[in-house]
T-cell receptor
Framework: QKEVEQNSGPLSVPEGAIASLNCTYS??????FFWYRQYSGKSPELIMS????GDKEDGRFTAQLNKASQYVSLLIRDSQPSDSATYLC??????????FGAGTRLTVKP | DGGITQSPKYLFRKEGQNVTLSCEQN?????MYWYRQDPGQGLRLIYY???????QKGDIAEGYSVSREKKESFPLTVTSAQKNPTAFYLC?????????????FGPGTRLTVL
């Protein structure tokens, strides 16, 4: 079983819609969770960190964490074409062991 | 400006050659990492270092070597023993925030074996 799993997509949403990206992880002791955005040909950029169960909002982005279900998600409200990218879910197993999912490719159509 | 720099941006290697990828950071981060990314796959950890003069192997260290002589620098050498080195190489650094290990990435080096 992969440690961090994401739907590879592509996920296509119209401009202005809500994009919902999902991630599951296998290690129950994980405490730190991250979402990175990666544009084609570029390096990953950290956009959200979440450590506690519940929701964390930052602008148009909301991260949701459910440790009991081993599930973390990212919602992007009012999606824009500039949000089109691959989104990587990352889980910290311990201080220096970060596991990445393969990413979900999101396309926002004008 | 604080940040992480990697050079070169593109690198071409002939089979049998060793090449060294540079990574420098001026964020005063203690930990540094090297990842490899292949198309359609997640990032895989090659090596990481928590302090100067110390480093640990990641999941795919075979065919790679590193050094950490200065806090700011963590170069990666891709040796001829690495059988499939064509990939996108990413360097990252982090500071432990007390709650988690937020890693920040450099712009990457794309290595192609000719």
């Amino acid at each position: 079983q992969k440690e961090v799993e994401q739907n590879s997509g592509p996920l296509s949403v119209p401009e202005g819609a809500i994009a919902s990206l999902n991630c599951t992880y296998s290690d129950r002791v994980s405490q730190s969770f991250f979402w990175y955005r990666q544009y084609s040909g570029k390096s990953p950029e950290l956009i959200m960190s979440i450590y506690s169960n519940g929701d964390k909002e930052d602008g148009r982005f909301t991260a949701q964490l459910n440790k009991a279900s081993q599930y973390v998600s990212l919602l992007i409200r009012d999606s824009q074409p500039s949000d089109s990218a691959t989104y990587l879910c990352a889980v910290n197993l311990d201080n220096n062991d970060m596991r990445f999912g393969a990413g979900t490719r999101l396309t926002v159509k004008p | 400006d604080g940040g992480i720099t990697q050079s070169p941006k593109y690198l071409f290697r002939k089979e049998g050659q060793n090449v060294t990828l540079s990574c420098e950071q001026n964020l005063n981060h203690d930990a540094m990492y090297w990842y490899r990314q292949d198309p359609g796959q997640g990032l895989r950890l090659i090596y990481y270092s928590q302090i100067v003069n110390d480093f640990q192997k990641g999941d795919i260290a075979e065919g790679y070597s590193v050094s950490r002589e200065k806090k700011e620098s963590f170069p990666l050498t891709v040796t001829s023993a690495q059988k499939n080195p064509t990939a996108f190489y990413l360097c990252a650094s982090s500071i432990y925030s007390g709650r988690g290990n937020e890693q920040f990435f450099g712009p990457g080096t794309r290595l192609t074996v000719l």
